[in-house]
């Protein structure tokens, strides 16, 4: 797997189905929380499953949590 760092760049869960976005322990791993839509998280880094579809390492709640997400989902500004 590649990575490639990203600037603590901040985005917004966006899940079209409205459902909880889930955060993983790693790529495609264990599933360790959920976050709302519109929820504010900021990405560390990005990674890429066995598939090529893009992860972010994100971090919410102050910093205080932290876990991988499905990129798709969330929308950066």
């Known amino acids: 797997m590649l990575t490639s760092t990203a600037y603590a760049q901040s985005c917004r869960v966006a ?6 976005l889930n955060v993983r322990a790693s790529v495609q ?9 519109r929820k504010v998280v900021h990405v560390l880094d990005y990674d890429y499953d066995s598939k090529g579809r893009t992860w972010a390492y994100v971090s919410y709640d102050s910093g205080r949590r932290s876990g991988w ?9």
């Open 69 to 77: 997400v499905f990129r798709e989902f969330i929308a950066c500004y």
């Open 29 to 37: 791993g264990k599933v360790i929380g959920k976050l709302p839509n």
């Open 15 to 20: 899940d079209p189905t409205g459902t909880p």
